[in-house]
């Protein structure tokens, strides 16, 4: 809120914002409202349970839920043991790293997510972006607080994988911004594309004061070849949208 705040954005609170833990509560709610889970994550996703009244259990939850937050081997073998014990594992995102600077990142959601996959041979549920339930959810709580129809709400984000695949796939327009992971020249490698193209949400304000479009970044990028993995390594889970069947363990060896 600070920063739109700087950026001559005002009004906003805490309701207006919609995160991938507040969406894997509400999930929850909808397929399970009397489900109970072992969280996997920081103060975000812990809120988010707890607002919704889900009960925490470290004895025989129905679910393993994985948020952002750094995690402890203590942590991941109690997740493993429920998973074995029946429980379903859920990931608020399939990020396998998160940008901290320009220079360095750290292990995301779908990092710990495949850590308890290859080790109990499920396979995760992510309910985060492209998911089209958040997208759904999202969507339909923006349109109630300021009374415009669904329709008119618009996804702005920085990665092509997960923000403008979701939009694309929810049947939303899509704005990307380029000053976050996705750089112009690698937008031509996908299929899906986005509806504008901006160097930063900052180019918006002007249009949000005035009601007029501006003209964003013009032309289409050349494929070039160049993969959003080509500096730190493929960030999202791949396979989310695979067939959920349990992946074969190798035997143990003595």
């Given at each position: 809120?600070?920063?739109?705040q700087?950026?001559g954005?005002?009004?906003l ?34 809120a988010?349970?707890?607002?919704q ?7 025989r939850?129905h679910?393993?839920?994985?948020g ?15 998973i074995?014990?029946?429980a379903?594992?859920?990931a608020?995102?399939?990020?396998n790293?998160c ?17 308890l ?10 309910v985060?972006?492209?998911?089209g ?9 923006l ?14 984000g920085d990665?092509?994988?997960t923000?403008?695949?979701g939009a ?5 327009q899509?704005?990307l911004?380029?000053?976050?992971s996705?750089q112009f ?5 996908y299929?899906y ?7 930063s ?7 949000i004061k005035?009601?007029?479009l501006?003209d964003?970044i013009?032309?289409?990028?050349a494929?070039?070849g160049?993969r959003?993995?080509?500096r ?8 989310i ?13 003595k």
């Open positions: 809120m600070v920063r739109l700087h950026l954005i005002h009004g609170s805490r309701r207006h914002f919609y995160t991938s833990a507040l969406n894997a509560a509400d999930f929850l709610c909808e397929v399970d409202p009397q489900c109970t889970v072992f969280a996997v994550g920081e103060g975000g996703l812990l988010a349970l707890h607002e009244k889900i009960p925490n259990d470290t004895i939850p679910y393993v839920v994985i952002e937050g750094a995690v402890s081997m203590e942590k991941l073998s109690k997740a493993h043991e429920c074995e014990q029946g379903r594992l859920l608020t995102n399939p990020d790293w940008p901290v600077s320009s220079e360095k990142t750290r292990p995301g959601t779908g990092a710990t997510a495949a850590f996959e290859a080790s109990t041979g499920r396979r995760a549920y992510y985060g972006k492209p998911n339930f958040m997208f759904q959810q999202a969507r339909r709580k349109a109630s607080f300021f009374g415009g129809a669904p329709e008119q709400v618009i996804m702005i990665t092509m994988e923000d403008i695949r694309f796939e929810a049947g939303m899509s704005y911004v380029l000053s976050g996705t020249e690698m937008v031509g490698d299929v594309q986005p509806t504008r193209i901006l160097q949400v900052a180019e918006l304000v002007e249009e005035t009601g007029k501006g964003g013009q032309g289409q990028p494929e070039s160049i959003s993995s080509d730190f390594g493929i960030r999202h889970q791949t396979d949208f695979a067939l959920y069947k349990p992946r074969p363990r190798p035997a143990m060896t």
